[in-house]
T-cell receptor, first 116, second 113 residues
Framework: NAGVTQTPKFQVLKTGQSMTLQCAQDMNHNSMYWYRQDPGMGLRLIYYSASEGTTDKGEVPNGYNVSRLNKREFSLRLESAAPSQTSVYFC???????????????FGPGTRLTVL | AQSVAQPEDQVNVAEGNPLTVKCTYSVSGNPYLFWYVQYPNRGLQFLLKYITGDNLVKGSYGFEAEFNKSQTSFHLKKPSALVSDSALYFCAVRLTGANNLFFGTGTRLTVIP
């Protein structure tokens, strides 16, 4: 099993450009998540998908959109990138989000994004 | 407000000595507590979690953590530190009914040879 994979690993954008971050998991998990990591702030949830076909906003959703393409894949899109979106983005998955609060989330290697 | 705190940004310990990375939480209801480790330029790796039952939880790489309800703490410990334990450690809590993890700000552990 590859676990959770993310592409690309690194990306540099100019202000106003758009891009999509890709995430896939091969663990047959139902739930998937997008977090951003900023220095001194830990990880914050952007969006999550409790199951295929559903998505919900997290703590910091502004400026982002997501698509749960199928059970394996969950993408994050920046329509018009801003310097404040410079961050490291992590995708995660878990068996199930609701009703099983003890489920472990497994993280991908991250995408380091710089917006100039 | 519900939160999780890691009071130390940096912890230094000599190789072979015991290590402790502190975590306290403030939540209503029963918390589900997690520890993750992040090595440089890598994603987060799961170490251990507390859901219910025995207050002492054993995890990967010889780490353990003790859940203390009266002190609302979940400190990470290891009896003998290795240089390879040097990394960034995150405590996280998942609240009843919540879909995501709330993370502390992280503690950078440096094990000195």
């Amino acid at each position: 099993n590859a676990g959770v994979t993310q592409t690309p690993k690194f990306q540099v954008l100019k202000t106003g450009q758009s891009m999509t971050l890709q995430c896939a998991q091969d663990m047959n998990h139902n739930s998937m998540y997008w977090y951003r990591q900023d220095p001194g702030m830990g990880l914050r949830l952007i969006y999550y998908s409790a199951s295929e076909g559903t998505t919900d906003k997290g703590e910091v959703p502004n400026g982002y959109n997501v698509s749960r393409l199928n059970k394996r894949e969950f993408s994050l899109r920046l329509e018009s990138a801003a310097p404040s979106q410079t961050s490291v983005y992590f995708c995660a998955s878990s068996v199930q989000s609701s009703g099983r609060q003890g489920d472990t989330q497994y993280f991908g290697p991250g995408t380091r994004l710089t917006v100039l | 407000a519900q939160s999780v705190a890691q009071p130390e940004d940096q912890v230094n310990v000599a190789e072979g000595n015991p290590l402790t990375v502190k975590c306290t939480y403030s939540v209503s209801g029963n918390p589900y507590l997690f520890w993750y480790v992040q090595y440089p330029n890598r994603g987060l790796q799961f170490l251990l979690k507390y859901i219910t039952g025995d207050n002492l939880v054993k995890g990967s790489y010889g780490f353990e953590a003790e859940f203390n309800k009266s002190q609302t703490s979940f400190h990470l410990k290891k009896p003998s530190a290795l240089v390879s334990d040097s990394a960034l450690y995150f405590c996280a809590v998942r609240l009843t009914g919540a879909n995501n993890l709330f993370f502390g700000t992280g503690t950078r552990l440096t094990v000195i040879p």
